[in-house]
């Protein structure tokens, strides 16, 4: 019964396996061919197409033939490449056809994978040379992996021989000889961690790079050698008896165990090596290869041993489900964090979900990891600076720089035109300094307040029949003659009318342009020339030509003085003309008053007439050296000539007259003359270097500005010379302006005072002070006098209180403000409702949390106490299986059976066959009564969806309800709908609230069943722990009991041996003794009673006292025998009762497994 007892309690004993919480761990290895015998191809094989004969050595110098015939693969003559998987059966192997070079064996994986180590059994005769290779991206590229030889330096000349120092290194591996026997069966071995262990790179790197494939190929590329025997040569080919491809799912050092395969074409408990990792340190991927949705804020990184490079869980802030690494992000934190969120949800942003997005602004009620963190902005999309964000500390609206107000949803004053694509907001108002009363516009249109007789949105333009002088502030009336034009309009700027055919002149009161005259008479065209004439041609009047700057003459058809001779262009001189016209001026000035004192005596002339002839020869110079204009020119000529007249006179005179005393003072006269000469002359020469120099460069822009700035200056002129009559003409209508308000004003004044009196009994109020007021006067209320002195007392106005039939624009206002007042009331209790809510469901998650959680580490529990078990499982098989083989070995000694038996008898177990059979059936009741998380939180993922949704939309309606608000106008006419939006509100509020109260108590119920299950797999584990030191005990007997047989067994051969060489010797001895007696009968010695005849008598007794003990000890072993029968009769019973029982620890892992799946499929 004990032994039943420890036999059934090493099924609960659990064992260490990898630990993946301290660094890498690695799921056990398997035969990645198992479950993949279709997945296995050669490129040649025996027998497909027809039976071929194969000729190998037999015994010595003997050879014997047999046939192939794969043409169906289960027969016994058939060798395909299936033969070789572990599971064949026996004398099954891979044959290729006679002398096929070379042959290649290939695995499709389809999926990665680790090799561990690849083991081919060759059935001779081995091949001299193979490459094994593998592929990472199936099949399309291959990589060698190894090479191997019996020669490698000439079968691969350019692989090296030596071990590899790096991991993008291979070499060759020198096969050892096969013997004498090339026929024998041989084993090629190869693991790829094995070939780089000298390389000082991590573990985890080495399987990465060199332990992964997808696909394995081994490509005989070299024929074994063969003896030659006399008669029929033997057969050459490749042989393969076995061939395992030991390895694991890939999980990079992340993972443990590969699961199962769930699909429907997969058998249970199936042997195959699945892809897919149990992966664990918040690792994802069906090779653990990246880090889960959420865990990627570090780079992910293979495990390694010490270290499990888990993946680190993003900070989101509760708003996002998942995030994604940012290397540039990694970097600039210093390497510490870079994980950015996506797809944030509650209406925030960021890489870590930590602001509000745009449209909305912190809750001051909230905090920044609450579904509620962020409600909607109030502020204009057009007015603020980033469209309708706000300030994410303060929730204030930033305004663009000429808007105003909280929401920035109005124009500055003097501002208009609010629109979200200028980036100042609104427009500045650019009303007209002398047609608006001021500078600032309606700030929606941007209508300027315009004067009498202006209109247009900057008041800049003059109503119908009215025109703007330069010279004016106000718009001045056309003054269009009715008879003589076409209609009262006159040009905005100019004021000239629209004159009918006849008449001309601004107000059509003239002739018409080139004419003069009387219009009611008769005009005369103007004789002018038109091309240097003014547009009037004209004066209207007198026919005097109007002549343009620069032009002159009666009929306007010269260029005046200071103008180059150019008619009609009469460009303006240089200024160098001026300087000399006007030294010119200085110089005739000069001469007229030194005419009077001209000598009147002969002889005297005779000192001034060289002087008179020098200046006649310097104005000569001057006016043949430039071009004057004609005036000039005629001037200086006119000059010369009075000087040549006035010089013959004088020597006419002077041939006349005696000689005269000189006349004093006159000689300095004629100094200072000639210094002016001789000063004029400098300067002429200097002009004309400057002249001549500047002859040889570009003037021509210097000139056109020049040019330009005089046009303007002469049109300026010409203004300001215009503008005398238009003043006279305003003085005028001011004197008329004056007469007519002296006229009309006092008739304005009398009724005024009459309209006055009027307003004291006219018009009554009484009427309008029911329907604004909602009272009734009992006396007539006028503008001037009202009972009360105002229309709506206080005191008199009625209340109107809810569901009331009110009268009165002010009553209804004012239970409008006591309702506007009653909703913000209502918004601020439902905002603490909110938060409220926000806080629960907060609470709720983490709970779900806490359960995933608790969930997951049950999960894991089970699955360690389901491989613990399945473990325990196999080592108790193992054990029994020692003892039946212990007491059914017929080399087992008596003494160590007994020994075995007496231990297990007196062996003392922590725990009763009853008491133990309790706690497993404990186990099973508690997997069966496990909560149905799944469920639980199936229904809690839809139902905090519904309760966000809820609240999203409560916080959205408050936040509308905020703006109705904030709007008086939307208040007044939507109040009703904002009450019933309120009670809607505040029930998705409750129903949110109710919703996350129920997942609370769901989730609650939960933790309470899962703690207790949680408990009884540790009560599990604290079972066994005194068991261990027995069962180690009782595998330790068994070793050495099992020794001590071995020991016995070979005691007993030499045993037999020794009895083998005693019998040669009892029959030498027979013989001898038959001699002896013999030869004493011939020397007549018969009586026997000599020294031989003692000596053969004593042994006869020896031998039969020995016979006798022999026979005793016989029987002892044979009653001894019997009793162990019956003890191991007794133990193969109680075996049969243990694997009862392991049966039903089957079922139990069964369910666990089951419930394992379900929980981890829910973390999932």
Same mark, same amino acid.
Request: glycine share 8%; proline share 6%.
């Given at each position: 019964?004990?032994?039943?007892?420890?036999?059934?309690?090493?099924?609960?004993?659990?064992?260490?396996?990898?630990?993946?919480?301290?660094?890498?761990?690695?799921?056990?290895?398997?035969?990645?061919?198992?479950?993949?015998?279709?997945?296995?191809?050669?490129?040649?094989?025996?027998?497909?197409?027809?039976?071929?004969?194969?000729?190998?050595?037999?015994?010595?110098?003997?050879?014997?033939?047999?046939?192939?015939?794969?043409?169906?693969?289960?027969?016994?003559?058939?060798?395909?490449?299936?033969?070789?998987?572990?599971?064949?059966?026996?004398?099954?192997?891979?044959?290729?056809?006679?002398?096929?070079?070379?042959?290649?064996?290939?695995?499709?994986?389809?999926?990665?994978?680790?090799?561990?180590?690849?083991?081919?059994?060759?059935?001779?005769?081995?091949?001299?040379?193979?490459?094994?290779?593998?592929?990472?991206?199936?099949?399309?590229?291959?990589?060698?992996?190894?090479?191997?030889?019996?020669?490698?330096?000439?079968?691969?000349?350019?692989?090296?021989?030596?071990?590899?120092?790096?991991?993008?290194?291979?070499?060759?591996?020198?096969?050892?000889?096969?013997?004498?026997?090339?026929?024998?069966?041989?084993?090629?071995?190869?693991?790829?961690?094995?070939?780089?262990?000298?390389?000082?790179?991590?573990?985890?790197?080495?399987?990465?790079?060199?332990?992964?494939?997808?696909?394995?190929?081994?490509?005989?590329?070299?024929?074994?050698?063969?003896?030659?025997?006399?008669?029929?040569?033997?057969?050459?080919?490749?042989?393969?008896?076995?061939?395992?491809?030991?390895?694991?799912?890939?999980?990079?050092?992340?993972?443990?165990?590969?699961?199962?395969?769930?699909?429907?074409?997969?058998?249970?408990?199936?042997?195959?090596?699945?892809?897919?990792?149990?992966?664990?340190?918040?690792?994802?991927?069906?090779?653990?290869?990246?880090? =889960?949705?959420?865990?990627?804020?570090?780079?992910?990184?293979?495990?390694?041993?010490?270290?499990?490079?888990?993946?680190?869980?993003?900070?989101?802030?509760?708003?996002?489900?998942?995030?994604?690494?940012?290397?540039?992000?990694?970097?600039?934190?210093?390497?510490?964090?870079?994980?950015?969120?996506?797809?944030?949800?509650?209406?925030?942003?960021?890489?870590?979900?930590?602001?509000?997005?745009?449209?909305?602004?912190?809750?001051?009620?909230?905090?920044?990891?609450?579904?509620?963190?962020?409600?909607?902005?109030?502020?204009?999309?057009?007015?603020?600076?980033?469209?309708?964000?706000?300030?994410?500390?303060?929730?204030?609206?930033?305004?663009?720089?000429?808007?105003?107000?909280?929401?920035?949803?109005?124009?500055?004053?003097?501002?208009?035109?609010?629109?979200?694509?200028?980036?100042?907001?609104?427009?500045?108002?650019?009303?007209?300094?002398?047609?608006?009363?001021?500078?600032?516009?309606?700030?929606?249109?941007?209508?300027?307040?315009?004067?009498?007789?202006?209109?247009?949105?900057?008041?800049?333009?003059?109503?119908?029949?009215?025109?703007?002088?330069?010279?004016?502030?106000?718009?001045?009336?056309?003054?269009?003659?009715?008879?003589?034009?076409?209609?009262?309009?006159?040009?905005?700027?100019?004021?000239?009318?629209?004159?009918?055919?006849?008449?001309?002149?601004?107000?059509?009161?003239?002739?018409?342009?080139?004419?003069?005259?009387?219009?009611?008479?008769?005009?005369?065209?103007?004789?002018?020339?038109?091309?240097?004439?003014?547009?009037?041609?004209?004066?209207?009047?007198?026919?005097?030509?109007?002549?343009?700057?620069?032009?002159?003459?009666?009929?306007?058809?010269?260029?005046?003085?200071?103008?180059?001779?150019?008619?009609?262009?009469?460009?303006?001189?240089?200024?160098?003309?001026?300087?000399?016209? =006007?030294?010119?001026?200085?110089?005739?000035?000069?001469?007229?008053?030194?005419?009077?004192?001209?000598?009147?005596?002969?002889?005297?002339?005779?000192?001034?007439?060289?002087?008179?002839?020098?200046?006649?020869?310097?104005?000569?110079?001057?006016?043949?050296?430039?071009?004057?204009?004609?005036?000039?020119?005629?001037?200086?000529?006119?000059?010369?000539?009075?000087?040549?007249?006035?010089?013959?006179?004088?020597?006419?005179?002077?041939?006349?007259?005696?000689?005269?005393?000189?006349?004093?003072?006159?000689?300095?006269?004629?100094?200072?003359?000639?210094?002016?000469?001789?000063?004029?002359?400098?300067?002429?020469?200097?002009?004309?270097? =400057?002249?001549?120099?500047?002859?040889?460069?570009?003037?021509?822009?210097?000139?056109?500005?020049?040019?330009?700035?005089?046009?303007?200056?002469?049109?300026?002129?010409?203004?300001?010379?215009?503008?005398?009559?238009?003043?006279?003409?305003?003085?005028?209508?001011?004197?008329?302006?004056?007469?007519?308000?002296?006229?009309?004003?006092?008739?304005?004044?009398?009724?005024?005072?009459?309209?006055?009196?009027?307003?004291?009994?006219?018009?009554?109020?009484?009427?309008?002070?029911?329907?604004?007021?909602?009272?009734?006067?009992?006396?007539?209320?006028?503008?001037?006098?009202?009972?009360?002195?105002?229309?709506?007392?206080?005191?008199?106005?009625?209340?109107?209180?809810?569901?009331?039939?009110?009268?009165?624009?002010?009553?209804?206002?004012?239970?409008?403000?006591?309702?506007?007042?009653?909703?913000?009331?209502?918004?601020?209790?439902?905002?603490?409702?909110?938060?409220?809510?926000?806080?629960?469901?907060?609470?709720?998650?983490?709970?779900?949390?806490?359960?995933?959680?608790?969930?997951?580490?049950?999960?894991?529990?089970?699955?360690?106490?389901?491989?613990?078990?399945?473990?325990?499982?196999?080592?108790?098989?193992?054990?029994?299986?020692?003892?039946?083989?212990?007491?059914?070995?017929?080399?087992?000694?008596?003494?160590?059976?007994?020994?075995?038996?007496?231990?297990?008898?007196?062996?003392?177990?922590?725990?009763?066959?009853?008491?133990?059979?309790?706690?497993?059936?404990?186990?099973?009741?508690?997997?069966?009564?496990?909560?149905?998380?799944?469920?639980?939180?199936?229904?809690?993922?839809?139902?905090?969806?519904?309760?966000?949704?809820?609240?999203?939309?409560?916080?959205?309606?408050?936040?509308?309800?905020?703006?109705?608000?904030?709007?008086?106008?939307?208040?007044?006419?939507?109040?009703?709908?904002?009450?019933?939006?309120?009670?809607?509100?505040?029930?998705?509020?409750?129903?949110?609230?109710?919703?996350?109260?129920? /997942?609370?108590?769901?989730?609650?119920?939960?933790?309470?069943?899962?703690?207790?299950?949680?408990?009884?797999?540790?009560?599990?584990?604290?079972?066994?722990?005194?068991?261990?030191?027995?069962?180690?005990?009782?595998?330790?007997?068994?070793?050495?009991?099992?020794?001590?047989?071995?020991?016995?067994?070979?005691?007993?051969?030499?045993?037999?041996?020794?009895?083998?060489?005693?019998?040669?010797?009892? /029959?030498?001895?027979?013989?001898?003794?038959?001699?002896?007696?013999?030869?004493?009968?011939?020397?007549?010695?018969?009586?026997?009673?000599?020294?031989?005849?003692?000596?053969?008598?004593?042994?006869?007794?020896?031998?039969?006292?020995?016979?006798?003990?022999?026979?005793?000890?016989?029987?002892?072993?044979?009653?001894?025998?019997?009793?162990?029968?019956?003890?191991?009769?007794?133990?193969?019973?109680?075996?049969?009762? /243990?694997?009862?029982?392991? =049966?039903?620890?089957?079922?139990?892992?069964?369910?666990?497994?089951?419930?394992?799946?379900?929980?981890?499929?829910?973390?999932?």
């Amino acid at each position: 019964m004990r032994i039943l007892l420890l036999l059934a309690a090493v099924a609960a004993v659990s064992s260490t396996h990898t630990d993946c919480s301290r660094g890498a761990c690695y799921p056990p290895s398997g035969d990645l061919l198992q479950g993949r015998a279709h997945q296995l191809h050669a490129s040649s094989t025996c027998g497909l197409t027809g039976s071929e004969v194969y000729c190998t050595p037999f015994q010595v110098r003997r050879m014997k033939c047999c046939p192939c015939d794969s043409r169906n693969p289960t027969s016994q003559l058939a060798h395909t490449v299936q033969d070789v998987l572990s599971t064949a059966g026996p004398d099954r192997w891979w044959q290729s056809k006679k002398d096929v070079n070379p042959v290649t064996l290939q695995l499709d994986l389809h999926d990665l994978f680790q090799l561990d180590n690849l083991v081919l059994s060759f059935k001779g005769p081995r091949p001299d040379a193979l490459v094994i290779e593998r592929t990472l991206d199936k099949g399309k590229t291959w990589q060698p992996a190894l090479y191997m030889a019996s020669d490698c330096q000439t079968t691969f000349p350019g692989v090296a021989t030596t071990t590899p120092r790096t991991l993008d290194q291979t070499y060759c591996y020198t096969l050892p000889p096969t013997g004498g026997n090339s026929y024998r069966d041989q084993i090629v071995q190869f693991c790829p961690l094995r070939q780089y262990s000298y390389v000082p790179v991590p573990n985890g790197q080495k399987i990465k790079d060199v332990a992964g494939l997808t696909g394995l190929r081994v490509r005989l590329t070299d024929l074994g050698d063969v003896p030659r025997l006399p008669g029929r040569a033997l057969s050459k080919f490749y042989a393969l008896r076995e061939m395992r491809v030991m390895g694991s799912c890939m999980c990079h050092g992340h993972a443990n165990r590969c699961l199962p395969d769930t699909s429907s074409n997969s058998l249970p408990n199936s042997i195959q090596v699945n892809p897919q990792c149990e992966c664990q340190h918040n690792t994802a991927g069906v090779n653990c290869e990246r880090c =889960a949705e959420l865990y990627n804020d570090l780079p992910w990184s293979p495990a390694e041993e010490g270290n499990t490079h888990t993946c680190k869980r993003c900070e989101c802030n509760n708003h996002a489900g998942r995030c994604r690494f940012d290397q540039a992000v990694y970097e600039a934190s210093g390497r510490r964090s870079g994980g950015v969120c996506e797809e944030c949800m509650h209406h925030t942003a960021g890489p870590k979900c930590d602001r509000c997005a745009p449209g909305y602004q912190p809750n001051p009620r909230s905090r920044m990891d609450l579904p509620d963190a962020c409600t909607r902005c109030l502020c204009s999309a057009e007015g603020a600076v980033e469209g309708d964000q706000c300030d994410d500390s303060t929730g204030s609206c930033q305004c663009k720089a000429n808007v105003e107000g909280p929401r920035c949803d109005r124009c500055k004053r003097g501002y208009y035109g609010l629109s979200a694509s200028n980036p100042l907001g609104c427009t500045k108002c650019s009303c007209s300094p002398d047609g608006s009363d001021s500078s600032v516009c309606d700030s929606v249109t941007g209508q300027c307040p315009c004067r009498p007789h202006f209109h247009g949105l900057t008041c800049e333009q003059c109503a119908q029949g009215y025109w703007k002088p330069i010279w004016a502030r106000g718009c001045e009336p056309c003054g269009c003659d009715p008879t003589k034009s076409q209609s009262d309009t006159c040009d905005q700027w100019t004021g000239r009318c629209q004159c009918r055919p006849g008449f001309g002149g601004r107000t059509c009161t003239e002739c018409p342009d080139n004419k003069y005259g009387d219009p009611l008479i008769r005009c005369r065209p103007c004789q002018c020339n038109s091309e240097g004439t003014l547009p009037e041609g004209c004066d209207k009047k007198t026919g005097a030509c109007l002549c343009r700057l620069g032009v002159t003459g009666a009929r306007c058809d010269s260029c005046s003085r200071g103008h180059c001779d150019s008619f009609p262009a009469c460009e303006m001189c240089p200024s160098c003309f001026f300087t000399l016209d =006007a030294q010119r001026e200085n110089l005739t000035l000069g001469l007229e008053r030194l005419s009077p004192s001209l000598p009147t005596r002969p002889g005297v002339t005779g000192e001034y007439g060289s002087r008179i002839r020098a200046l006649e020869a310097r104005l000569t110079q001057i006016r043949d050296s430039i071009s004057l204009p004609p005036n000039s020119a005629r001037q200086i000529n006119d000059a010369l000539s009075q000087l040549s007249r006035l010089r013959d006179q004088m020597e006419q005179v002077n041939d006349d007259l005696s000689p005269l005393e000189t006349v004093p003072g006159l000689g300095s006269q004629l100094d200072k003359l000639q210094a002016l000469l001789d000063g004029l002359g400098l300067e002429y020469n200097a002009k004309n270097d =400057a002249l001549i120099k500047s002859g040889s460069t570009n003037n021509t822009g210097a000139f056109s500005a020049i040019k330009t700035a005089y046009d303007e200056s002469t049109d300026a002129a010409k203004s300001v010379e215009a503008s005398g009559k238009t003043v006279q003409q305003s003085a005028a209508a001011r004197e008329d302006t004056l007469d007519l308000q002296n006229k009309v004003q006092p008739a304005n004044t009398r009724d005024l005072a009459k309209l006055n009196q009027h307003l004291v009994s006219r018009p009554d109020l009484t009427p309008a002070a029911k329907q604004v007021c909602g009272i009734v006067r009992s006396t007539p209320c006028t503008p001037v006098q009202c009972e009360g002195g105002e229309l709506c007392p206080a005191e008199k106005v009625p209340t109107c209180g809810p569901g009331e039939n009110c009268v009165g624009a002010l009553p209804l206002s004012n239970r409008a403000v006591n309702d506007a007042q009653e909703v913000t009331d209502r918004l601020s209790r439902l905002s603490g409702k909110i938060t409220q809510a926000a806080e629960q469901l907060k609470e709720t998650q983490e709970t779900t949390n806490q359960v995933r959680q608790s969930t997951e580490k049950l999960s894991n529990q089970m699955k360690k106490a389901r491989d613990d078990l399945e473990e325990d499982l196999k080592q108790a098989r193992d054990v029994v299986k020692d003892l039946k083989d212990f007491l059914t070995s017929p080399t087992s000694n008596l003494t160590d059976i007994q020994e075995v038996s007496d231990w297990i008898l007196k062996a003392k177990l922590p725990l009763s066959l009853a008491a133990l059979k309790r706690k497993l059936e404990e186990l099973k009741d508690l997997a069966a009564g496990l909560p149905d998380s799944t469920a639980v939180l199936k229904e809690a993922d839809p139902q905090l969806d519904t309760a966000r949704k809820l609240l999203e939309e409560a916080v959205d309606a408050r936040d509308a309800a905020l703006g109705v608000k904030a709007d008086v106008d939307g208040l007044l006419q939507g109040l009703d709908s904002v009450e019933g939006s309120l009670t809607a509100l505040e029930g998705k509020v409750q129903d949110s609230m109710d919703i996350t109260d129920k /997942l609370n108590k769901n989730l609650a119920k939960a933790k309470a069943q899962l703690t207790p299950a949680e408990k009884a797999i540790g009560d599990v584990s604290a079972l066994t722990t005194g068991m261990k030191p027995q069962l180690a005990d009782l595998k330790d007997l068994l070793q050495t009991g099992g020794q001590l047989a071995q020991d016995a067994t070979e005691d007993a051969g030499k045993a037999e041996e020794e009895a083998d060489a005693a019998a040669k010797d009892l /029959l030498s001895l027979e013989k001898q003794l038959e001699r002896l007696q013999a030869a004493e009968a011939g020397s007549g010695r018969g009586d026997g009673a000599g020294t031989t005849g003692d000596r053969l008598k004593s042994l006869q007794q020896g031998a039969e006292s020995l016979g006798k003990d022999t026979g005793d000890i016989m029987k002892a072993l044979a009653d001894k025998a019997d009793s162990l029968r019956k003890l191991q009769d007794e133990v193969v019973k109680k075996s049969g009762m /243990l694997e009862g029982l392991d =049966a039903k620890l089957k079922g139990l892992l069964e369910k666990l497994r089951r419930k394992a799946n379900t929980l981890s499929t829910c973390l999932g």
